[in-house]
């Protein structure tokens, strides 16, 4: 499968107007979004707590995470953005898409909404 992108904004949950705006690649075997941590810093994003991360390349990493509100595809959720280092491609994690009903159609690389969000 080839590369998706996706426009996100991320917005500090409860803070002002302002908000990172970036095209994300979408990782479905990413957990968790990510971000530089100057921009995260930026938007008035502040670390929660840290978590152990399994990078691609099979390496293991401790991170901070913050807490975020996540708007793409005219669709709002909220969850953990990784703060990482400033050179890093910004990625939007399998729990965003879910949490908001959009799959990636492999054959296309191309995101699709579900007719519903499971609940089962």
């Not at 803070?15 to 938007?43: C, H, M, N, W």
């Not at 799959?103 to 499971?118: E, Q, S």
């Amino acid at each position: 499968m080839g590369l998706t992108h996706v426009t996100v904004t991320l917005r500090s949950l409860g803070g002002a107007d302002g908000g990172y705006q970036k095209d994300f690649l979408v990782d479905t075997g990413a957990t968790d979004s990510l971000a530089p941590a100057s921009e995260l810093r930026r938007i008035g994003v502040e670390p929660r707590g840290t978590n152990v991360y399994q990078l691609a390349d099979g390496t293991i990493h401790e991170y901070p995470f913050g807490l975020v509100q996540i708007e793409f595809m005219g669709e709002i959720t909220a969850g953990r953005v990784i703060f990482d280092p400033d050179d890093a491609e910004p990625l939007l994690g399998v729990t965003a898409l879910e949490s908001v009903g959009i799959t990636v159609d492999p054959a296309n690389r191309t995101l699709r909404r579900l007719p519903a969000i499971p609940l089962k």
